[in-house]
């Protein structure tokens, strides 16, 4: 009961729908430098962990330490998002849940989907239950990465894996004429879900930028934790 009580407090359920997670090919969360990209991220991927799926967590910019803290601060806020919980069973759900998170922690020079591909063949080899869905933190989007990203294409169709991404803009580049920014703007036939994090006063507005129906849908974050404050229109 309690993960469902979690899932459904999550963000990302009021936003885009937990279903709709793991049913996109690329997903984005684009935003400038320390907005809450990779927090962001992190309630993405558990909202699957909740849901007994397994996920990996691909940094080129943290090390694991920094990725377990991540996970475990954005765990703690969608607890204490929902009042008071027996902080044993928290304990118990997070040491059950975490089992299915794998980090990886590369840099750009290390950085290789070749890698990637022997990681999730090994599970098929095991006869494991594959990830559901790998997060990418740390690509600079500002280069050319047509031939990864091709490549990641191929991965999220063998293994069928949602794959999402950290997408960083910047504060002087002006959008393009359909309001993207330009670091969408050239790859989204790619990407069939992204979402843009602006800062907005003391909170954060989250602008649904790619997602069927729900695209130009805009929600406000509280930025300590992420957690949905409002929707707005």
């Known amino acids: ?98 089992l299915n998170k794998v980090g990886i922690s590369y840099n750009d020079l290390t950085f290789d989907t070749d890698k990637l591909r022997d990681y999730l063949k090994s599970f098929k080899k095991a006869e494991l239950p594959m990830p559901a869905l790998m997060v990418i933190d740390g690509l600079n989007f500002d280069d050319d990465l047509t031939d990864i990203l091709e490549k990641l294409q191929a991965l999220n169709q063998e293994f069928a894996i949602s794959i999402w991404f950290a997408m960083q803009t910047h504060r002087d580049e002006a959008p393009s004429e359909d309001g993207c920014p330009v670091q969408l703007e050239t790859r989204k036939d790619m990407f069939d879900k992204a979402l843009f994090l602006k800062p907005m006063d003391s909170r954060i507005q989250a602008v649904v930028l790619k997602d069927g129906s729900k695209t130009d849908q805009a929600f406000v974050l509280d930025p300590a934790t992420m957690m949905l404050v409002e929707e707005t229109v």
């Open 1 to 98: 009961m309690l993960r469902k009580d979690l899932n459904l407090r999550s963000p990302i359920e009021k936003i885009m729908g937990i279903d709709n997670i793991a049913q996109s090919r690329f997903g984005a969360v684009l935003s400038r430098a320390g907005v809450g990209k990779t927090r962001f991220l992190v309630q993405i991927a558990l909202t699957q962990l909740l849901d007994d799926k397994k996920i990996i967590h691909v940094s080129l910019d943290d090390s694991m330490g920094k990725i377990n803290l991540r996970y475990n601060e954005g765990f703690t806020n969608l607890v204490d998002s929902i009042g008071y919980v027996d902080p044993q069973k928290a304990v118990r759900l997070w040491d059950d849940i975490s």
